[in-house]
């Protein structure tokens, strides 16, 4: 027996599939499969967590920045990354999700982040290959995200990968400065090559056999391209830039397949993605701690924003009537 509301809930979901097959944007407030909704409310709070936890790194070479002009452009690029976590908690905000309960999951450390802020930066040279490789790796994935299903997601990436793409270029500008300055800088920036580059391509996620949500974001047109062809595009990417910097990519396997059409590449080691995602990196107490004490110590912040809201609404009324006498 076909309900009404059976007939409603089909009827929905055949315009939500109508949409997707059309390369249709899916609004707020539009009927999506709770399903979507909770994929989406996933990603962007994930995505947003790590744009937040990542200004750690970096922020870790404010102070210490060798000139006054890199450390305005650290600064900035550590502002923009704040900038970044805000439209993507936005974004997840217009799928109901609070912005406090997204906050509470990832001070409890029930949330996830990307893997990558879980590395340490002890040299200069580290935000060079930051720049290079983990803003390099962002880039690849989120530009297709500008063509997420989702409009609130899509339109808050268009901005994000432009931002994104300045942080790859500057530190490709310092790898490059370091590469042509003194041998011990070209080590600092080989050695920071070397450490970064492997978390990067795990950015991408697990590989595609053994990646749960692939399909079904795909279908969905959430996601655009798998984890692999991802990695591979950004490994394509990588290989003529490194030459240009001279540094070395360190995997003595890596090399183009011409007859599969791939880049032939060293096994990634899952077994340290694993470790990281369970709380076990390098950084992952480190990271959560600061974010911690930097939202304990925000609390007062946060307080007299709400009371200094609560006046202004209390004041309203009485100016609208001020207003109103005078007329
Ligand atoms: N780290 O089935 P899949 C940035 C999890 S922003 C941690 O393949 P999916 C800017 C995954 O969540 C970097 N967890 O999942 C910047 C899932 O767990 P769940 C962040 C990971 O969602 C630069 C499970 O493994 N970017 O860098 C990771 O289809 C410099 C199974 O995986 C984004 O978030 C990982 N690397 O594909 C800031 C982009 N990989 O939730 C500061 C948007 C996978 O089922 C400085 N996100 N997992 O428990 C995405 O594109 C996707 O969510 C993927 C994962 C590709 C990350």
Known sequence: MTTDTDAGNAAEQDAFDALIAAEQRIEPRDWMPDA???TLIRQISQHAHSEIIGMQPEGN?????PSL????ILMAKVQDEAGHGLYLYSAAQTLGIGRDEMTEQLIAGRAKYSSIFNYPTPTWADMGAIGWLVDGAAICNQVPLCRASYGPYGRAMVRICKEESFHQRQGFEILLALMQGSPAQREMAQDAVDRWYWP???MFGPPDDRSPNSAQSMAWKIKRFSNDELRQRFI???VPQAEV???????PELRWDAGAGRWHMSEIDWTEFHEVLAGRGPMNSERLRARREAHEGGAWVREAAAEYARKRALRRPAVAEAFEGAA
């Open 236 to 238: 394509g990417m990588l």
């Open 36 to 38: 979507y909704r909770r």
């Open 200 to 202: 990067s391509l795990m």
């Open 69 to 72: 002009k890199r450390k305005a």
């Open 61 to 65: 070479w404010i102070t210490r920045a």
């Open 245 to 251: 910097l001279g540094v070395s990519l360190p995997d």
